[in-house]
């Protein structure tokens, strides 16, 4: 998107954003309530989010908008936006096409610490990343 595009003043007037510019946005799938992953927002990807409803994030590796699903082809839809009680968490209901983990798996939470505090990954990869990303 080339075109500058604001937050409605309603939000505008309520989020925090963080030092750097940023809010943390929690995606969780609008009809299971599975939580899929965290990312960083900054304002322009929320306006954006809002004004097209495909979700857009920060990227704070790159410092650039990256837009879900741009590469993979993994996209996510915004159906629902929630901000918490103190502005500075955004909660994302999105309706998730295919995998929304880097690593090809459902969702990015796979790692589940177990009794005796090992990090166990409990989610199988369903998408090759290469298949995704490419090398």
């Not at 994302?92 to 009794?115: E, I, M, P, S």
Request: aromatic share 6%; with cysteine.
């Amino acid at each position: 998107m080339s075109e500058a595009i604001s937050l409605p003043d309603t939000l505008a007037q309520e989020v925090a954003f963080d030092d750097k510019g940023l809010i943390a946005a929690i995606a969780q799938q609008h009809d299971t309530g599975e939580v899929l992953m965290m990312a960083w927002m900054n304002r322009q990807s929320l306006a954006e989010t809002i004004a097209t409803g495909q979700v857009c994030y920060w990227s704070r590796s790159r410092q650039s908008l990256w837009r879900k699903g741009e590469s993979s082809g993994q996209v996510q839809k915004l159906v629902e936006l929630a901000l918490d009680c103190d502005g500075d968490c955004l909660l994302l209901k999105v309706d998730q096409t295919g995998v929304a983990c880097h690593t090809g798996r459902r969702n990015c939470f796979y790692r589940v610490l177990t009794d005796d505090h090992r990090l166990e990954d409990r989610l199988p990869v369903l998408k090759d990343p290469e298949d995704l990303y490419g090398k």
